[in-house]
């Protein structure tokens, strides 16, 4: 059963990296198509950003609401983020002690 246990803390801590590297691709992709560097009737960044914000956002939706209004910036992404590189070692390690 030990193994497993190693096996599936890999697997978390396996799909938090790629959620935090997804996470970081689209906060570049906002705040480049907010600064005007990016134009979104291209189909590729369409395509992408769109994806990505179908991901997101029932992740950051109720953050959004939860964290007061700090004039117009979005610090919802980087709460996220930092809560998957900073809470999921601690996820694992609990996986594997339960083993």
Same mark, same amino acid.
């Given at each position: %059963?030990? +193994? =497993?246990? $190693?096996?599936?803390?890999? *697997?978390? %801590?396996?799909?938090?990296?790629?959620?935090?590297?997804?996470?970081?691709?689209?906060?570049?992709?906002?705040?480049?198509?907010?600064?005007?560097?990016? +134009?979104? $009737? +291209?189909?590729?960044?369409?395509?992408? $950003?769109?994806?990505?914000?179908?991901? =997101?956002?029932?992740?950051?939706?109720?953050? @959004?609401?939860?964290?007061? +209004?700090?004039?117009?910036?979005?610090?919802?992404?980087?709460?996220?983020?930092?809560? *998957? @590189? $900073?809470?999921?070692?601690?996820?694992?390690?609990?996986?594997? @002690?339960?083993?």
């Amino acid at each position: %059963m030990g +193994n =497993f246990a $190693y096996l599936l803390a890999d *697997l978390v %801590m396996g799909l938090s990296s790629l959620i935090s590297f997804l996470l970081l691709i689209y906060i570049i992709f906002s705040l480049l198509i907010s600064f005007g560097v990016v +134009n979104t $009737y +291209n189909q590729f960044v369409s395509i992408v $950003y769109g994806s990505l914000y179908k991901l =997101f956002e029932p992740i950051l939706g109720p953050i @959004r609401n939860a964290l007061p +209004n700090l004039g117009g910036i979005d610090f919802s992404p980087i709460v996220v983020f930092f809560a *998957l @590189r $900073y809470l999921t070692p601690f996820i694992a390690e609990a996986i594997i @002690r339960l083993a």
